[in-house]
């Protein structure tokens, strides 16, 4: 394994993102919900939503893209509980492989009548199929993508990310394989 995102990196542009979502929103009434893809964005999104100065709702959903190391059908296995009508939303996952799943998951907020939509990401893949700065000038409900890490095609675990079978996501910084 190779370390790529160490801990102390990790917190630092996770502190970045919590203070460039908060100040897009100081002052602005309009409802803030983050909405956690679980499993892999778990220790992510705890800690961003700790480093928030605003006042957020938090939520979770889960879906399903991977059997493995293969990617399959999107599957929807967890719905949001709370009401996404006229609110900020943010899509917050560990990893934007493809893009599929994100453009899955923001295509099915959509019928749920948010304001707007964004979408963070702990790490981007620099080759992927969905470019969300396009699809933002086709669809203006998505606002923002913010991520914090650009990576190849390695298979990656740690901070959330797992192995085939869920291990390694205890890791406490993100390492190749």
């Known amino acids: 394994m190779i370390e790529l995102y160490s801990s102390h990196d990790i917190d630092i542009k996770t502190k970045i993102i919590a203070k460039k979502i908060s100040d897009e929103h100081r002052g602005d009434k309009t409802p803030v919900v983050m909405v956690g893809v679980l499993n892999g964005a778990f220790m992510f ?33 967890k719905d949001v509980e709370t009401s996404l009508k006229g609110k900020h939303i943010y899509i917050v996952d560990d990893i934007f492989d493809s893009g599929n799943t994100m453009k899955y998951i923001a295509d099915f907020f959509s019928i749920k ?42 298979w990656l675990v740690g901070y959330g990310l797992d192995t085939k079978g869920g291990y390694q996501r205890n890791l406490p910084s993100i390492f190749a394989l």
């Open 45 to 77: 999104f705890a800690d961003l939503v700790r480093n928030m100065d605003i006042d957020i709702e938090c939520d979770f959903i889960r879906v399903k893209s991977y059997i493995g190391k293969k990617r399959g059908d999107v599957q929807f296995v």
């Open 113 to 154: 009548w948010p304001k707007t939509v964004s979408i963070v990401t702990l790490v981007k893949r620099k080759e992927n199929e969905w470019d969300p700065d396009i699809w933002k000038r086709e669809w203006p409900l998505i606002q923002n993508f913010h991520y914090a890490f650009e990576c190849d095609d390695e």
